[in-house]
């Protein structure tokens, strides 16, 4: 299993990596400066050589992000998995420990996974009642500019979110796999992306009250008002009409005292998930120094 390590701590004040470690086929850029100069935060983009997760592949980092600090992860383009090899499947785990009054983000770009592609990603983050930690995590049907949609065999991602002491405030996996009686494409219709976003922490309480009126405000438009204005499907079938929103979302909260949001989008486009993370993430400019997906 390759592994990669970053640590992240205040180092005269300001949020620092002290140890950056990668084996091939990972590699981590970390640029000096991101945004404002006074914004204190480090950006880190995760890639893996050859541009996407090769079959049998299996990748492993740890974060360490220290007390007070702030800190991105994201990538330079959507994580491509290709075909696997036989019964071989390609995985990636992180695991982050997230300090007292930290930040962890991350903001990746979507998982694409190629025809008859195995892939499963585990990721794990401790926290205390006072961090805070944004997870984007999202999939697209594949490269359906080519006929490919919801092809690939198998794709599993597991998000688990701990309190001091192991105990659990969010378990979460998504599974799809290819059926031997209603497939993947069956299920998903028209639609092409999937994504969950979850927001925890008392700094982020700001967008997580935004996020979920702006969810309630959207899907209340689409589900009473439906038009191609607001952003609506519609189609011909048989004699009727069918109307479909291009991108529904819902919202919920979970742990103590509901400390996290989470939402959940399904869309027909992948453009339209990312002018919605957008415009949900846009509270977290000031702590990272730019607009996610901007």
Same mark, same amino acid.
């Given at each position: 299993?390759?592994?990669?390590?970053?640590? *992240? !701590?205040?180092?005269?004040?300001?949020?620092?990596?002290?140890?950056?470690?990668?084996?091939?086929?990972?590699?981590?850029?970390?640029?000096?400066? #991101?945004?404002?100069?006074?914004?204190?935060?480090?950006?880190?983009?995760?890639?893996?050589?050859?541009?996407?997760?090769?079959?049998?592949?299996?990748? $492993?980092?740890?974060?360490?992000?220290?007390?007070?600090?702030?800190?991105?992860?994201?990538?330079?383009?959507?994580?491509?998995?290709?075909?696997?090899?036989?019964?071989?499947?390609?995985?990636?785990?992180?695991?982050?420990?997230?300090? $007292?009054?930290?930040? /962890?983000?991350?903001?990746?770009?979507?998982?694409?996974?190629?025809?008859?592609?195995?892939?499963?990603?585990?990721?794990?983050?401790?926290?205390?009642?006072?961090?805070?930690?944004?997870?984007?995590?999202?999939?697209?049907?594949?490269?359906?500019?080519?006929?490919?949609?919801?092809?690939? !065999?198998?794709?599993?991602?597991?998000?688990?979110?701990?309190?001091?002491?192991?105990?659990?405030? /969010?378990?979460?996996?998504?599974?799809?796999?290819?059926?031997?009686? *209603?497939?993947?494409?069956?299920?998903?219709? !028209?639609? %092409?992306?999937?994504?969950?976003?979850?927001?925890?922490?008392?700094?982020?309480?700001?967008?997580?009250?935004?996020?979920?009126?702006?969810?309630?405000?959207?899907?209340?438009?689409?589900? %009473?008002?439906?038009?191609?204005?607001?952003?609506?499907?519609?189609?011909?079938?048989?004699?009727?009409?069918?109307?479909?929103?291009? &991108? *529904?979302?819902?919202?919920?909260? /979970?742990?103590?005292?509901?400390? @996290?949001?989470? #939402?959940?989008?399904?869309?027909?486009?992948?453009?339209?998930?990312?002018?919605?993370?957008?415009?949900?993430?846009?509270?977290? !400019?000031?702590? &990272? @120094?730019?607009?996610?997906?901007?």
């Amino acid at each position: 299993m390759e592994k990669g390590k970053i640590v *992240v !701590e205040k180092v005269e004040g300001k949020s620092t990596m002290t140890r950056c470690f990668s084996k091939y086929p990972l590699k981590f850029i970390i640029p000096r400066k #991101v945004g404002s100069s006074k914004t204190d935060a480090v950006w880190i983009y995760s890639l893996t050589y050859g541009g996407g997760i090769v079959s049998g592949d299996c990748i $492993s980092c740890e974060f360490t992000i220290g007390d007070g600090c702030n800190t991105v992860l994201t990538t330079q383009a959507s994580t491509k998995v290709y075909k696997s090899l036989g019964s071989k499947c390609s995985e990636q785990i992180l695991e982050a420990r997230i300090g $007292s009054g930290a930040l /962890f983000a991350v903001i990746p770009d979507p998982v694409t996974c190629f025809s008859a592609a195995r892939y499963s990603q585990k990721q794990f983050f401790r926290v205390g009642s006072d961090s805070n930690l944004v997870i984007v995590d999202w999939i697209t049907s594949g490269r359906h500019e080519s006929g490919e949609k919801w092809d690939f !065999e198998l794709y599993k991602s597991t998000n688990h979110i701990y309190l001091e002491g192991n105990q659990p405030i /969010f378990l979460d996996t998504l599974l799809l796999e290819r059926g031997s009686t *209603v497939s993947v494409r069956e299920h998903m219709q !028209e639609y %092409h992306v999937i994504a969950m976003v979850v927001i925890y922490g008392p700094n982020l309480k700001h967008i997580q009250d935004q996020v979920q009126k702006n969810v309630k405000m959207m899907m209340s438009e689409q589900l %009473h008002s439906p038009s191609t204005s607001l952003g609506c499907h519609v189609r011909m079938r048989s004699d009727n009409w069918s109307v479909k929103p291009s &991108i *529904v979302a819902s919202c919920s909260v /979970f742990g103590p005292k509901g400390i @996290g949001v989470v #939402v959940r989008v399904v869309a027909m486009e992948t453009e339209s998930v990312y002018s919605f993370l957008q415009q949900q993430l846009v509270g977290l !400019e000031p702590l &990272i @120094g730019l607009q996610p997906y901007s």
